[in-house]
């Protein structure tokens, strides 16, 4: 029990740190933000829990400059993992018909 509680701790500060902008892309594999898609803006946030790679993906709108739109989790690993961002982007577009 306190593994999970400390887990999702540790989740809730990732999202707090993307929120605030205090996240960089290192450009290597230990990242904890990467742009994952342009037009429109799709980012992964990345922790690693336990042997688990876990991915959000979420998108930063200029409608909601202090927030992150969630679109999408998974665990990395099932060799999907482009048709996990593909429904991620999807999910963003269907949302705001405005974009292209």
Do not use: C
Not at 56 to 75: I, Q
């Amino acid at each position: 029990m306190f593994s999970r509680s400390h887990e999702l701790g540790e989740i809730d500060d990732l999202f707090e740190a993307a929120s605030l902008g205090e996240l960089e892309d290192t450009g290597d594999a230990r990242t904890p933000i990467k742009p994952i898609r342009a037009d429109p803006d799709v980012f992964e946030l990345r922790r690693k829990a336990l042997s688990k790679h876990l991915r959000f993906y979420h998108a930063e709108p200029s409608e909601l400059p202090e927030g992150l739109l969630a679109l999408h989790k998974h665990m990395k690993g099932s060799g999907q993992q482009q048709n996990e961002i593909d429904f991620a982007v999807k999910r963003y577009s269907d949302g705001y018909p405005m974009w292209s």
